[in-house]
């Protein structure tokens, strides 16, 4: 079955500069890769997705690349703000079953 | 609010208690989902309810029983469980898995 991997597990940046977190996955038949973000207090919202036959999508500060051939994918921030500190959760899935296969999380801290 | 409603937020109960966790969207979506999310692991699917029909149970002990009585809600009926099992317990909902899910904020589960 399909198999998610997410690095790191934490991550600090200091404001304004730029954060990369990044998958991996391991069923090739995955094509659907969304982002999620978790406050504290919240349940995880979709921040951004891509599919599998587009390479890179952007979304004013975020965007996600995708490589299919080496089966990653990397969500991006640039100009990280105080508002960015949550966990981020990348996901795999494919679409002729119902079940996101997710990574493990990603604690990012933004410093002021 | 993401149109996903879940009750109560918190809930401390016995290991002999029996208690329901509540599951509301008013999305039109015809996919919901139970979640289990614990520190450092994963999210973990325990159901899946696909208009109404429960096409998935990840191994789920019976301590954990699903009521799906229609489209827009969705129960969690807990009895007779373990310490282990406190956590939060996420509610979601989709319309297929091809645009997202959306999440309930959780139920904060202490068992003691």
């Known amino acids: 079955g399909e198999n998610v991997e997410q690095h790191p597990s934490t991550l600090s940046v200091q404001e304004g500069d730029s954060a990369v977190i990044k998958c991996t996955y391991s069923?090739?038949?995955?094509?659907?890769f969304p982002w999620y973000k978790q406050e504290l207090g919240k349940g995880p919202q979709l921040i951004i997705d891509?599919?599998?036959n587009v390479g890179e999508k952007k979304d004013q500060r975020i965007a996600v690349t995708l490589n299919k051939t080496a089966k990653h994918f990397s969500l991006h921030i640039t100009e990280t703000q105080p508002e960015d500190s949550a966990v981020y959760f990348c996901?795999?899935?494919?679409?002729?079953?119902?079940?996101?296969?997710w990574g493990a999380g990603t604690k990012l801290i933004i410093k002021p | 609010e993401t149109g996903v409603t879940q009750t109560p937020r918190h809930l401390v109960m016995g290991m002999t208690n029996k208690k329901s966790l509540k599951c509301e969207q008013h999305?039109?979506?015809?996919?919901m989902y139970w979640y289990k999310q614990s520190a450092k692991k994963p999210l973990e699917l325990m159901f899946v309810?696909?208009?109404?029909?429960?096409?998935e149970n990840n191994s789920v002990p019976s301590r954990f029983s699903p009521e799906c009585p229609n489209s827009s809600h969705l129960f969690l009926h807990l009895h007779t469980l373990q310490p282990e099992d406190s956590a939060l317990y996420l509610c979601?909902?989709?319309?297929?898995?091809?645009?997202?899910?959306?999440f309930g904020s959780g139920t904060r589960l202490t068992v003691v």
């Open positions: 979601a909902s989709s319309q297929g898995t091809d645009y997202g899910y959306t």
């Open positions: 069923d090739s038949a995955s094509n659907y």
């Open positions: 891509i599919r599998s």
């Open positions: 309810y696909n208009f109404k029909e429960q096409t």
């Open positions: 999305l039109g979506h015809n996919a």
């Open positions: 996901a795999a899935v494919r679409d002729s079953n119902y079940q996101l296969i």
